[in-house]
């Protein structure tokens, strides 16, 4: 749902690198206390996350590094620090440490009332903060310079937003797990986006993405044996894209390829009737009969655009000979007229 | 220190090294986040290859992989050119997809076999040396340290092969093209060479660290220098040392070895962001102090030049007109100062000669844009910087 | 002499400290149609943004109607330069122009019927109405650069700063612009534009402010658009044909 927003604002990819980022919180949380208890966990991470995200700002704002590098940079570091830091607790006496691997690919049955109940409590709190704000986060994405002249601390609503964003990824890092949460953001978010033009109805249908491939994706692995949740999660996700990339109606690749091919024959039905015309002009009567070979020497020409036009009253055919009817010849002058007028 | 060491430091500078050369490329290009995208990715090609040949080192799992690598490229090119979403988008969808097919290929099928999930992210440089490649009967040394110098010696071949064309095509695509380069076979090339290393290397660090050795050592380089042979140079520098002190870092605490070579990235990285020598944090934040009380001074010398009457050039009016707070105009005052460029008398300040020539030279500079040619005139000016 | 509606004093501003306007004093009396002229990079967004406090100035300060910006908010309205936001955003014509009333709604608070009322109208003065349901990428640049003013209409302020709002767009928007833009002035409103093409502005505007990192010249276009100004700005010697 929050990956709405990121998505938006072309931070993309910022998902990835806060949850990649989140793993050392992990493991230091746990060297700290020792304990397996989520919730500290999730602070860890959530401290960690905020720290990975200031960082790349810090990188891109102070040096001339770019965004994608900051990010990569950040992710991969962080990353490969929480491994040390894992192996290094695995190295341990202490043999409470199993299970924190769940972290990295997720595990959704590992999960426990309190772990359910802390994730509805964190998504209401998103839900309440989105409502109340939604104005402002929606003046913020669209054009933050207007804001800031209407008087809106754009600063804090960009910190409001990041944060969310982090609090969600930290949340679904024991559902998904560190290396397929950005895709959990991503996602619905991308697929919601190709079925409608409102902000609030794309994140409404994101959220209901979200849910279904949860849903979904938990239903096939637990039918299966061996098969991870967040992978799947992530598979039926991307199924969800896939098919919005293809099928939306506005947008989609197929009706914007019908539409495509149907402006093209319309094209090519209003060259033929114009050359047509420019034939028929010549003659005092507009129906005087021509061979259908002159048609040859002109482009685009084909028998199947000639039996449209046929079709469509515009012309009659005798033998190997055309002729315009009166329809047609009215409605090839009105074309030629209206394509001068554009050109003026 | 015993030949399994050895040998282990020797692959993991060969991979370093191997990483260091096109993540140079990658930062420049701005795409270093392909490279992660393509270490994720490739996990199904990897998967699909050791199926086929049960062997993990094979060249056809190899190219497999870098197949897959290519294939994401592709993928995300071509998801961006539909503009349903938007290039980072593209990247973020691609990976994770093409990634969970893997893990569930291994998840369904690999079970009984050495190939997890973990050894592909992370890797296991401990082992590498116990897996050795033998000819005609004798060990002639590990296998990944065989692949990884192949890789190595066909990535410097097409270095040095292919220099000037990279740099152009990397500088200004532009200029390459119509120089008759293809840019797009550079870029392919590129992402070829780049998957190919990833896969050689992934056996050895894990894909994720991969990733690190790409993007550290030459973002860190980038830092210090924009001479891209320097930087190549550098990045590679910076590419061993991590590794070697990497592996003795894990040795010391019995952890992952790639892991920690990749801290040892971090903490590398961390220093030349706060102490490199002009891009630097630190560095950074000194000029921009330095640079704020400068143009301060600059546009408070314009302002003398701009205003005869003596009202608007009290010392006063600093305070109350031009919006400063005291400590700034009372700094901004002691350097004109000091610089001779100014004169106070009676509390009415005025520009000595040497102000008002220094003060016109920079109008005119600012106004045709040379920005360099006003720090020379600073230097020429100054007696002392701000 | 008639009231100042925006006067700026020793505003200095730098990108990155490199100063991009120095040391610029104006005066802009109420009620003008303003352009601000002058070549590329000379800062005349930059210019709009610092007055509208967008960006943070070096050295000086702005006041409107003799009081800083921050307090007088309510009397500026802004059109940003079409390219400044990602048209692909998931948002309506309507929704668009509704924005102009988050400014005095503020925190939280939703926008109701009344809102909606103005917006519909300031959408039927640029003559959008018919497309208020559109998409906004759907719009031609002509069409996107109305719904931007109309949002700005919406604020119902004094004072309109627009940063070219000529670029890119048909030649009947750019009339139906001017004529809104006339409209406001004969309201006594001041409008202050970034402009581009100096070949209207004598017939667009009645102010003109040239301006190349320091303000060169600023009055009555028909006292000050010369040659002379022009070369000033633009540097080479820079003549206009001003048609009859």
């Known amino acids: 749902m929050l990956g709405s927003f990121a998505v938006l604002r072309k931070q993309s990819l910022l998902g990835d690198a806060i949850s990649?980022?989140?793993?050392?919180?992990?493991?230091?949380?746990?060297?700290?206390?020792?304990?397996?208890?989520?919730?500290?966990?999730?602070?860890?991470?959530?401290?960690?996350?905020?720290?990975?995200?200031?960082?790349?700002?810090?990188?891109?704002?102070?040096?001339?590094?770019?965004?994608?590098?900051?990010?990569?940079?950040?992710?991969?570091?962080?990353?490969?620090?929480?491994?040390?830091?894992?192996?290094?607790?695995?190295?341990?006496?202490?043999?409470?440490?199993?299970?924190?691997?769940?972290?990295?690919?997720?595990?959704?049955?590992?999960?426990?009332?309190?772990?359910?109940?802390?994730?509805?409590?964190?998504?209401?709190?998103?839900?309440?903060?989105?409502?109340?704000?939604?104005?402002?986060?929606?003046?913020?994405?669209?054009?933050?310079?207007?804001?800031?002249?209407?008087?809106?601390?754009?600063?804090?609503?960009d910190i409001l937003i990041t944060s969310f964003i982090v609090l969600a990824i930290v949340l679904g890092l024991q559902t998904v797990g560190v290396v397929l949460m950005s895709a959990m953001l991503l996602a619905p978010a991308a697929a919601a986006r190709q079925w409608t033009n409102s902000l609030s109805k794309m994140v409404?249908?994101?959220?209901?993405?979200?849910?279904?491939?949860?849903?979904?994706?938990?239903?096939?692995?637990?039918?299966?044996?061996?098969?991870?949740?967040?992978?799947?999660?992530?598979?039926?996700?991307?199924?969800?894209?896939?098919?919005?990339?293809?099928?939306?109606?506005?947008?989609?690749?197929?009706?914007?390829?019908?539409?495509?091919?149907?402006?093209?024959?319309?094209?090519e039905q209003q060259k033929t009737l114009a050359f047509m015309y420019h034939i028929a002009e010549t003659h005092e009567d507009i129906s005087h009969p021509h061979t259908i070979k002159i048609l040859n020497n002109f482009q685009g020409f084909t028998r199947k655009t000639l039996q449209k036009l046929v079709d469509k009253d515009y012309v009659t055919i005798d033998g190997t000979m055309w002729s315009l009817t009166q329809k047609g010849f009215e409605k090839a002058a009105n074309l030629y007229n209206q394509q001068h007028k554009t050109d003026e | 220190m015993n030949s399994a060491q050895i040998e282990i430091q020797l692959i993991a500078s060969l991979v370093a090294v191997a990483c260091a050369i096109p993540g140079t490329f990658l930062v420049l290009r701005k795409m270093a986040m392909i490279s992660d995208a393509i270490s994720h990715s490739i996990l199904p090609g990897i998967v699909i290859g050791f199926f086929i040949t049960q062997d993990l080192n094979s060249p056809l799992l190899i190219l497999l992989a870098a197949i897959t690598g290519i294939i994401t490229v592709v993928l995300v090119e071509h998801i961006q050119k539909t503009g349903l979403v938007k290039e980072d988008t593209a990247i973020g969808l691609v990976f994770p997809a093409l990634f969970s097919i893997g893990v569930i290929m291994i998840a369904k099928n690999a079970n009984d076999v050495h190939l997890d999930v973990d050894a592909v992210l992370l890797g296991e440089l401990a082992f590498a040396p116990f897996d050795r490649l033998f000819i005609a009967g004798t060990d002639v040394g590990p296998k990944s340290l065989w692949i990884i110098g192949a890789?190595?010696?066909?990535?410097?071949?097409?270095?040095?092969?292919?220099?000037?064309?990279?740099?152009?095509?990397?500088?200004?695509?532009?200029?390459?093209?119509?120089?008759?380069?293809?840019?797009?076979?550079?870029?392919?090339?590129?992402?070829?060479?780049?998957?190919?290393?990833?896969?050689?290397?992934?056996?050895?660090?894990?894909?994720?660290?991969?990733?690190?050795?790409?993007?550290?050592?030459?973002?860190?380089?980038?830092?210090?220098?924009?001479?891209?042979?320097?930087?190549?140079?550098?990045?590679?520098?910076?590419?061993?040392?991590?590794?070697?002190?990497?592996?003795?870092?894990?040795?010391?605490?019995?952890?992952?070895?790639?892991?920690?070579?990749?801290?040892?990235?971090?903490?590398?990285?961390?220093?030349?962001?706060?102490?490199?020598?002009?891009?630097?944090?630190?560095?950074?934040?000194?000029?921009?102090?330095?640079?704020?009380?400068?143009?301060?001074?600059?546009?408070?010398?314009?302002?003398?030049?701009?205003?005869?009457?003596?009202?608007?050039?009290?010392?006063?009016?600093?305070?109350?007109h031009i919006n400063w707070q005291k400590v700034r105009s009372k700094t901004v005052l002691d350097l004109a100062q000091k610089n001779n460029m100014i004169e106070i008398d009676n509390k009415i300040v005025s520009l000595t000669e040497k102000g008002d020539e220094f003060t016109s030279k920079a109008i005119d500079y600012i106004i045709t844009n040379e920005d360099a040619q006003i720090e020379d005139m600073k230097d020429d000016f100054f007696l002392f910087r701000g | 002499m008639k009231k100042i509606a925006v006067q700026v004093d020793d505003l200095t501003v730098a990108y990155n400290y490199k100063p991009v306007l120095w040391d610029i004093d104006l005066e802009i009396p109420e009620g003008v149609l303003m352009a601000i002229v002058g070549p590329n990079g000379a800062g005349k967004s930059t210019l709009i943004k610092a007055i509208l406090g967008i960006l943070k100035p070096i050295a000086g300060s702005v006041s409107i109607y003799g009081k800083p910006y921050e307090k007088q908010r309510d009397l500026v309205a802004y059109v940003p330069q079409k390219g400044s936001v990602d048209w692909d955003f998931p948002t309506t014509a309507l929704d668009v122009v509704m924005m102009g009333t988050y400014g005095s709604l503020g925190w939280i608070k939703r926008p109701s019927q009344k809102e909606k009322k103005a917006a519909l109208e300031a959408l039927e003065k640029v003559g959008m109405l018919p497309f208020k349901n559109r998409q906004i990428s759907q719009l031609s640049g002509g069409q996107q650069q109305r719904i931007f003013l109309a949002r700005a209409l919406v604020q119902d302020a004094s004072i309109y700063f627009m940063d070219e709002p000529f670029q890119g767009v048909d030649a009947t928007t750019e009339i139906a612009i001017i004529n809104i833009l006339k409209e406001l002035r004969k309201a006594g409103k001041t409008v202050i534009v970034v402009h581009h093409d100096l070949q209207t502005v004598p017939e667009y505007f009645d102010w003109v402010t040239f301006l190349n990192v320091k303000k060169i010249a600023t009055g009555p276009v028909k006292d000050i658009f010369n040659d002379d100004n022009l070369t000033k700005t633009y540097g080479i010697n820079y003549k206009v044909s001003i048609q009859e």
């Open chain 1, 20 to 157: 990649h980022a989140a793993l050392p919180g992990i493991a230091i949380a746990f060297l700290i206390t020792g304990a397996k208890d989520s919730n500290t966990l999730l602070l860890g991470a959530l401290v960690s996350g905020l720290l990975g995200t200031f960082w790349i700002r810090g990188i891109i704002t102070k040096t001339h590094l770019k965004s994608d590098t900051a990010l990569g940079l950040i992710l991969s570091l962080f990353f490969g620090f929480g491994m040390l830091l894992l192996t290094f607790i695995q190295k341990q006496p202490n043999a409470n440490q199993a299970g924190l691997d769940k972290y990295l690919f997720g595990q959704a049955a590992t999960l426990v009332e309190s772990d359910v109940w802390l994730m509805a409590i964190v998504t209401g709190l998103c839900l309440l903060v989105l409502f109340l704000f939604w104005k402002e986060f929606k003046i913020l994405l669209f054009d933050k310079d207007y804001a800031k002249t209407l008087g809106f601390n754009t600063k804090t609503i």
């Open chain 2, 151 to 320: 890789i190595l010696l066909i990535t410097l071949g097409l270095l040095f092969a292919f220099f000037k064309e990279l740099k152009i095509s990397t500088f200004d695509a532009g200029l390459a093209a119509s120089l008759g380069f293809s840019p797009a076979l550079i870029h392919y090339g590129l992402m070829t060479v780049s998957s190919v290393t990833t896969v050689g290397a992934f056996d050895a660090v894990g894909a994720i660290l991969v990733v690190a050795l790409m993007i550290a050592p030459a973002a860190a380089a980038y830092l210090i220098t924009t001479d891209l042979k320097k930087m190549l140079l550098l990045a590679i520098i910076f590419g061993v040392f991590s590794a070697i002190s990497g592996y003795w870092f894990a040795h010391w605490l019995d952890a992952s070895i790639a892991g920690s070579i990749t801290t040892m990235l971090g903490l590398l990285f961390l220093i030349v962001y706060l102490f490199a020598p002009s891009k630097g944090l630190i560095a950074v934040m000194y000029r921009e102090k330095q640079q704020r009380i400068e143009v301060s001074l600059l546009t408070f010398l314009l302002h003398l030049k701009n205003h005869d009457d003596i009202e608007e050039r009290h010392v006063n009016h600093l305070n109350e």
């Open chain 1, 204 to 267: 409404l249908l994101a959220a209901i993405f979200g849910a279904f491939s949860g849903v979904f994706g938990t239903a096939i692995s637990a039918s299966q044996n061996n098969l991870s949740t967040g992978p799947v999660i992530v598979i039926v996700a991307s199924v969800f894209v896939v098919v919005s990339f293809i099928f939306s109606p506005s947008r989609g690749l197929l009706f914007r390829q019908i539409r495509f091919i149907a402006n093209r024959r319309d094209l």
